[in-house]
């Protein structure tokens, strides 16, 4: 009998432990989790601290009753002590009791995720600062919130600009802090970002933006005191989104890994040495708009990559089709989705793009209410091939970043999006869909 050892299970641990069993369900997988739930869906968050989830236990979409059903031996609350790969043995104790034991494994699952970035900043380690990362955060972050006055987020990404929404419209003071001089830097360019800056002024919340966290100070009157290169901010308490890293120090030195951590991994999820597996936020992934491994935690990334864990831990069978990284949020009345490069990103990965915006109402005007919508479409100005687009309104605006994802993954040039047959329904859209009008206006620039 073949035995598994699968370390970690929120999203890839899940996925791949339900797709080994139904591939093989006659083999013997142990799967470590160090705590005493799986699954969780982190993304909803603020989503839950702002009264917008009928039940919060629906933010599980597993148990592990559920994958002990179907035939995993669950290790919950267990803390996995030494992975080594040579001699093909996992080292684990109970966190309760402290009980050690080892398995014998004949293939080895890395799902062990991510970890919140967490500077050696002085004073992070206050009482009144937390991260925003699992369920544990989650209900803290929903009791601090009952009766505060104030609060402060660092890090302006998809997380803490959620929070820091959240927080606004529950009439809590809120400041956001980011080291990039624009909120949600590395989602979207600035013909966007300028529209969520304006909303978050416009709901009270303090932009610090461009400022450096550099120490933390507790006060006598139960507050706490973020201090950045310029400025000092205080409030009862301030949540850390910083970003995260690859949470691989188990096997650190025994695969190849990028030089922040993330594990390697070829189109069949398979790591530099034989019978290792990654997939989800402690692996690499094929991001198409470059063609490069990457690293981009997503979970959407980490359902994918689990599913082929299992399609090919027997044999290489089905092949990663790689990711456009493409994602969607939603703040105040504005909706946003972007798929693929950014020109922002694009830049920093040192290639060149060029960039195209066009702002048109989403559907006609002799409808009752329209919307405008800003469109940003990157390309590649020798092949011309779509290489992200970005997405911005009151309107629900999300498929189009589905659109996009297909476009960059089948390669499709600007010429080709501008002729695709989108439909036409006055209450959907104008003539020509704005996807394919700002697509048109590329091919004429």
Same mark, same amino acid.
């Given at each position: ?13 899940? #996925? ?43 933010? #599980? ?52 995720? &991510? ?10 380690? &206050? ?154 936020? &402690? ?138 047959? #989108?439909?036409?329904?006055?209450? #959907? ?17």
């Amino acid at each position: 009998m073949t035995t598994v050892a699968v370390i970690g299970c929120t999203h890839a641990g899940t #996925f791949a432990t339900t797709a080994i069993l139904q591939e093989h369900p006659d083999w013997d997988v142990h799967v470590f989790e160090r705590n005493g739930t799986v699954s969780f869906l982190s993304c909803g968050i603020a989503l839950w601290a702002g009264d917008h989830v009928s039940d919060p236990k629906k933010m #599980f979409y597993s148990s592990p009753e559920k994958l002990e059903e179907a035939g995993a031996h669950m290790h919950m609350n267990t803390n996995v002590t030494n992975v080594d790969i040579d001699k093909k043995t996992v080292e684990y104790e109970d966190i309760a009791t402290g009980d050690a034991s080892t398995l014998q494994f004949d293939k080895l699952v890395v799902t062990t995720g &991510s970890r919140p970035v967490v500077p050696p900043i002085p004073g992070i380690k &206050s009482p009144h600062v937390q991260q925003c990362k699992n369920w544990g955060d989650a209900v803290r972050i929903k009791e601090r919130m009952a009766g505060a006055k104030s609060a402060i987020v660092i890090g302006a990404g998809y997380i803490g600009a959620e929070l820091a929404e959240q927080f606004s419209l529950a009439g809590i003071d809120t400041t956001l802090i980011d080291g990039l001089d624009r909120v949600l830097a590395n989602n979207f360019d600035k013909p966007i970002t300028d529209q969520v800056e304006a909303k978050f002024r416009e709901h009270g919340v303090e932009l610090a933006l461009g400022q450096k966290v550099v120490s933390f100070h507790d006060n006598d009157d139960n507050t706490v005191t973020v201090i950045t290169e310029s400025g000092e901010y205080t409030a009862q308490f301030a949540i850390l989104a910083m970003g995260f890293r690859p949470n691989t120090d188990l096997v650190r030195g025994q695969v190849d890994m990028l030089p922040n951590g993330a594990i390697k991994v070829n189109k069949y999820m398979q790591a530099s040495v034989p019978d290792v597996y990654a997939a989800g936020d &402690s692996a690499t992934v094929f991001y198409n708009p470059t063609g490069q491994q990457d690293y981009i935690p997503l979970a959407t990334n980490a359902v994918r990559q689990g599913l082929l864990v299992g399609a090919n831990i027997e044999k290489p069978t089905r092949e990663y089709m790689g990711t456009q990284a493409t994602s969607a949020v939603q703040l105040y009345d504005l909706s946003l989705a972007a798929s693929g490069l950014t020109e922002a990103g694009a830049e920093r990965r040192g290639l060149s793009v060029n960039s195209t915006e066009l702002v048109e109402d989403y559907r006609p005007a002799f409808m009752m209410s329209t919307a405008p919508v800003t469109s940003i479409l990157t390309w590649d100005p020798e092949t011309r091939e779509v290489k992200g687009g970005q997405f911005c309104s009151e309107a629900d605006i999300s498929g189009a970043a589905n659109v996009i994802s297909m476009a960059i993954q089948a390669h499709f040039t600007i010429d080709q999006l501008a002729n695709v047959d #989108f439909l036409f329904q006055p209450n #959907f859209d104008q003539p020509v869909y704005y996807v394919g009008a700002v697509a048109m206006k590329a091919c004429a620039e």
